[in-house]
């Protein structure tokens, strides 16, 4: 017996709404996952995950879509209201957080593995994204709110332990490059504190943010896997508030760290 489609709500989210679309019109041109497979260059495993909600899409797939099932270029419009071109370049779990960045008011930030996507330079993101020009261009575009004039730039607070400014990505120039970045970048209303070498911390859970929007709301994301996730909830947020506080105590003030970062950037990784 045929799998039952997966009922979709489309007011649950973008993913769900653009996959409902794109299921009625293929269902009104009476083709199957597999005869629409056959007439795009999309398989209908990929199709199906599009339709159910599970996975993002580039335009592209909305184009050949409405090139076949003859939708005046509805499915197109629609991608272009709903995800401005995202979701070709972040991951589904990801998609709607730079939606809250570019809100928030404050950040407070946490990530103990890798330089913070919001200062990362081209090249450093490059080798973590596997040279994927997309997600590159979609993490660089998530920078331009700590460049905007109109409203303010976000407060962030970004805190990372030391050895992420040792642990080679890509050449020593990327890293001389990407350490000297960050440390370009502190003004007063970005924070950059290094947690030293040797210094036990309670941030070995993984990495996080906390967003704090218009009046007062917070909501936050955590790196985990397979899929990090958007957390919304009072009691998770104020755990994650409460973690990031004890995690700063044992960074150094801002201004040493400045001086951390420049002097491994100088010593480690001058080519």
């Known amino acids: 017996m045929p799998q039952r489609p997966k009922r979709l709500t489309p007011s649950r989210g973008p993913l769900d709404l653009f996959g409902s679309e794109v299921r009625r019109y293929r269902e009104m041109a009476s083709l199957s996952l597999a005869q629409l497979a056959d007439q795009i260059p999309f398989s209908a495993s990929t199709i199906g995950e599009i339709e159910r909600g599970e996975s993002g899409c580039d335009r592209v797939f909305a184009e050949q879509c409405d090139r076949v099932l003859d939708t005046r270029e509805a499915l197109a419009h629609l991608h272009d ?86 642990s080679r990505v890509g050449t020593s120039e990327v890293m001389y490059d990407q350490l000297h970045r960050i440390a370009d ?33 917070r909501i936050a994301y955590t790196s985990s896997e397979p899929q990090g996730k958007i957390l919304d909830g009072a009691s998770d947020i104020e755990r994650l508030h409460e973690r990031f506080a004890d995690i700063a105590t044992y960074a150094l003030p801002a201004e040493l760290s400045v001086g951390l970062i420049r002097e491994i950037a100088d010593e480690v990784w001058k080519p």
């Open 81 to 166: 209201g709903l995800f401005d071109g995202r979701s070709a370049a972040f991951p589904e779990h990801f998609a709607d957080w730079p939606d809250y960045e570019s809100q928030a008011e404050t950040m407070r930030a946490y990530e103990p593995l890798v330089i913070d996507g919001l200062l990362q330079t081209p090249s450093y993101a490059e080798v973590l994204l596997y040279g994927d020009q997309k997600a590159v261009q979609g993490r660089l575009t998530r920078q331009a709110i700590l460049a905007r004039d109109e409203p303010a730039p976000p407060r962030l607070i970004y805190i990372l332990p030391e050895r992420v400014l040792r």
């Open 185 to 217: 970048a502190v003004s007063p209303r970005l924070s950059v504190q290094v947690i030293p070498d040797g210094a036990p911390h309670p941030g070995n859970l993984g990495a996080f943010r906390i967003a704090t929007l218009p009046g007062n709301s």
